[in-house]
């Protein structure tokens, strides 16, 4: 059925972690509701918002290294992941 999409371990583990990060954003929107907060971003943004900002972002990183760079994808993982904790900490 799935043959058509090339699914590999790593495929599976990003749509995975996707799949988990918004289950966690429900439940947390549902038991611990929040008020939108203004950060560095300058409009009001929850978690959500922050956690969309930081997907996108981490998109933009990736693709500027596979043009810009290229070679391991450990260095722009380790940028992602530091955008994404300074958009949860400042936005």
Same mark, same amino acid.
């Given at each position: ?14 749509? =995975? #972690? /996707? ?9 947390? @929107?549902?038991?611990? *509701?929040?008020?939108?907060? +203004? ?19 981490? =998109? #933009? /990183? ?9 070679? @391991?994808?450990?260095? *722009?993982?380790?940028?992602? +992941? ?10």
């Amino acid at each position: 059925m799935l043959d058509w999409m090339a699914w590999t371990w790593q495929t599976a583990l990003f749509f =995975g #972690f /996707i799949a988990s990060m918004l289950i966690i954003l429900t439940l947390l @929107a549902v038991f611990r *509701p929040e008020t939108p907060r +203004v950060g560095i971003l300058r409009f009001p943004t929850t978690r959500g918002d922050r956690f969309f900002v930081s997907l996108i972002g981490s =998109g #933009f /990183i990736f693709v500027l290294w596979m043009r810009f760079g290229g070679g @391991a994808l450990w260095y *722009p993982l380790g940028l992602a +992941v530091l955008y994404g904790i300074g958009i949860f900490t400042f936005a």
